[in-house]
């Protein structure tokens, strides 16, 4: 076996209540909002990414490469949900995450056929989560007794059943469980592209958080340093097969090193005030617009809601801007192009780009089937329009160049209709009209933040389309749609 169990966790989780295998009380419930989850997260993405179909729906339509921050702030989110106290809220999640896994298909680079919904792949997800989970307690020098160890395998056991209760399945044992596992490490894992993009660029390149982003420079010196830090962490936790498939040598002291990481932050979560350790203040730390989600009903309501205000709010007030002279205007849309529209950064609009901003959209607002549908519907068919107009060569893929020459002349009825989604899930009392300032108190209310604009202001339908689309054709500024779209 790859991984002797090791045998008792902190007492705080281990005598909690195990009624409920997914919310309070449950062992995942805990881990999951200590901040040290970080740790687990980040070493699963990299088994993940060596499974054929992961790495190549992650290659082909994941932004973790173009907005980590983004990327790690809606999986958070994600997670939480799952292992809410209100079994609706988790229920509400997982056809949320079946519905956009379902979406995500294609073709990798050997012609091979991938879809993100496959149950294997589904399997492999939540199983690289338990075992990097007790990889994260081994080295941090807890023990795992027996008992323990099968409570938490149960609970990921629930987890999956609550994600794909007719799909794939986990060895129904813990016992059985290290033989699958190390038969996935020798027998179903690649050196994928996406691996190696995860381990090479990421740590490397990542971007500011949204905290940091007014100080480039020191971000870049701090980057130089735990950039390297934390891949040499990361290889040197992955099981030793896998890393000499993968080409991945441990250099000399890595070993040490990443047992000091572990145990430090065990020891930190141990010894440092709860509030500074947990997951939700480390997320605000970074990204301010981060709001987690709620175990009460009402308050759940109330965040949903001013999720909805916060990613809406500003998209109902863009700032916008003075006509500009061809040259400027060029400039302008190819850098719209850049930080907006090519959410994968692979230097192209395709298909997988609108798909990740349909997908960004309707997370944050929580959509329900119909409307994620309407939504899903509306960015298919604005893709056929940019195909038809723009994609002369019939690739598929859409340059920076072609797009901010045409900008000027979009008028697109496919691109209405997305802003009309987005108006229809906005006006929920239906009177045709948006309060700027009923959804300013919400937002204000759930994260603390002032949102600009006049508060007296309604905006009609026809105005929150022209506005959207002066937006879409990087005419008009805005900082809500940047928020949505654009940040890391």
């Known amino acids: 076996m790859s991984n002797a169990a090791p045998a008792g966790i902190d007492d705080g989780i281990a005598s909690a209540d195990p009624a409920d295998p997914l919310g309070p009380g449950s062992m995942l419930y805990e881990l999951s909002h200590q901040a040290r989850w970080g740790l687990v997260a980040t070493r699963a993405i990299v088994l993940e990414a060596a499974h054929p179909q992961i790495g190549a729906a992650l290659i082909t339509n994941s932004t973790f490469v173009a907005h980590p921050w983004r990327r790690l702030r809606n999986t958070v989110l994600s997670t939480q949900r ?3 106290p209100d079994e609706r809220v988790r229920q509400r999640e997982a056809d949320r995450l079946n519905r956009l896994h379902a979406r995500i298909t294609g073709t990798d680079a050997e012609g091979r056929p991938f879809n993100a919904a496959d149950p294997e792949a589904r399997v492999w ?3 690289t989560l338990f075992e990097s989970t007790v990889t994260m307690c081994r080295l941090s020098g807890e023990s795992l007794d027996g008992p323990a160890l099968d409570r938490l395998y149960s609970e990921f056991l629930a987890f999956l059943a609550l994600m794909d209760p007719d799909g794939g399945k986990l060895p129904p044992t813990l016992r059985e469980f290290w033989p699958y596992y190390d038969f996935m490490i020798e027998e179903r894992l ?3 592209e996406a691996v190696h993009i995860i381990l090479d660029r990421l740590f490397a390149q990542v971007p500011a958080p949204p905290m940091l982003r007014d100080s480039p420079a020191a971000w870049a010196a701090g980057r130089a340093l735990a950039g390297p830090v934390a891949t040499a962490i990361t290889v040197a936790s992955l099981p030793e097969r896998l890393r000499a498939r993968l080409g991945l040598p441990e250099l000399p002291g890595t070993r040490a090193l990443t047992h000091t990481a572990y145990l430090s932050t065990r020891l930190a979560t141990r010894l440092l005030p709860e ?10 730390m970074l990204d301010p617009a981060y709001a987690p989600p709620s175990g009460g009903d009402a308050l759940a309501g109330l ?4 999720a909805k205000a916060g990613a809406l709010l500003r998209l109902l007030t863009p700032a916008p801007m003075a006509p500009a002279a061809d040259e400027s205007r060029l400039r302008s849309a190819s850098r719209f192009f850049s930080e907006v529209l090519d959410q994968t950064g692979n230097g ?3 298909w997988p780009d609108l798909a990740a901003m349909a997908r960004e959209i309707a997370t944050r607002l929580d959509l329900d089937t119909p409307d994620e549908d309407r939504l899903f519907a509306a960015f298919a068919d604005w893709w056929r329009e940019l195909q038809k107009e723009l994609d002369t060569d019939g690739d598929g893929r859409i ?7 045409a900008s000027a002349a979009m008028t697109s009825s496919a691109l209405i209709r997305v802003a009309e989604v987005l108006f229809d899930v906005t006006d929920a009392d239906g009177d045709q009209t948006i309060d700027a300032r009923e959804y300013r108190t919400l937002f204000h209310a759930a994260f603390n933040h002032d949102a600009g604009g006049d508060g007296d202001e309604r905006l009609t339908r026809a105005e929150f389309v022209r506005r959207f689309l002066n937006f879409m054709a990087g005419r008009g500024h805005s900082d809500a749609y940047d928020g949505l779209f654009a940040q890391s």
Request: no cysteine; aromatic share 10%.
């Open 82 to 84: 799952m292992v809410n």
């Open 125 to 127: 997800v939540v199983a």
């Open 190 to 192: 690649e050196n994928t």
């Open 275 to 284: 509030a500074w350790t947990r997951l939700d203040t480390v997320m605000t």
């Open 303 to 306: 965040r949903r809601g001013a």
């Open 348 to 350: 192209y609009l395709d």
């Open 399 to 405: 340059t920076g160049q072609e797009y901010a020459a």
